[in-house]
Structure formats: C-alpha cells, structure tokens
C-alpha cells in the first residue's frame, strides 16, 4: 500500500523551531517530486514547499524560514521549521506526484498522509 506518515508536529511558541518528517512506504522517493502542504481553520489546503531531486521551491511566506530535504536511504522527506509564527498553525500534509510544476495547487497529488497538527501560540 502506498502511503505517506507525518510526524513531528506539536505545540510550540512563537519564533520556535520543528521538524516534520514525511514518511513514504510502498514505494520509493527516488524518482518523485514531494510536497508539503498545509491547512488552518477556516481555509482551503495549499502547497508551500516542493521537492525533487535536487530542486527545492518554497512559497514567499516560508521562504527563509523553512528548509525541505529529502533521504533517500530512508524513504522519507523532512521539513525544517523554524521563526514560527501563529499564522503557521495549521495541519501540515505531504503527498506525491512526477512533478513539482505548479504544486501550490496541490493538483495531481497523491497518497496524502493523515496530517500533523502544528499550532503556534504562546
């Protein structure tokens, strides 16, 4: 079966630092673009972070802030989060397609994990 595990979220304070992990059994990393997604209350999910090979992308609001990574030995992304903020407090999600074109969307993405609550407050 193919699916993504998310862990790492938590409570944490404002200017705190995480680290997400993502997962991936049932098929390997290698060749497959990974992004991270995110969903607070009230809005819809969107992408802000993408993977592949050795490209990375990052929406304006986490760039400098957030750091993705990938090993492949373990099957499994990372996503760095550090200066949190309140605004980031939602789940965060990962999931997988060829490519990551226009992966804001989250369009053509598959194999969703459950999620990881992160929420920022003091």
């Known amino acids: 079966q193919v699916q993504f595990v998310e862990s790492g979220g938590g409570l944490v304070q404002p200017g705190g630092s995480l680290r997400l992990s993502c997962a991936a059994s049932g098929f390997t990393l290698d060749y497959r673009a990974i992004g991270w997604f995110r969903q607070a209350p009230g809005k819809e999910r969107g992408g802000f972070s993408c993977?592949?090979?050795?490209?990375?992308y990052y929406a304006d609001s986490v760039k400098g802030r957030f750091t993705i990574s990938k090993d492949n030995a373990k099957n499994t992304v990372y996503l760095q989060l550090n200066s949190l903020k309140p605004e980031d407090t939602a789940v965060y999600y990962c999931a997988t397609r060829p490519s990551c074109i226009g992966y804001v969307t989250g369009r053509g993405f598959s194999s969703w994990g459950q999620g990881t609550q992160v929420t920022v407050s003091s």
């Open positions: 993977i592949s090979g050795g490209n990375t």
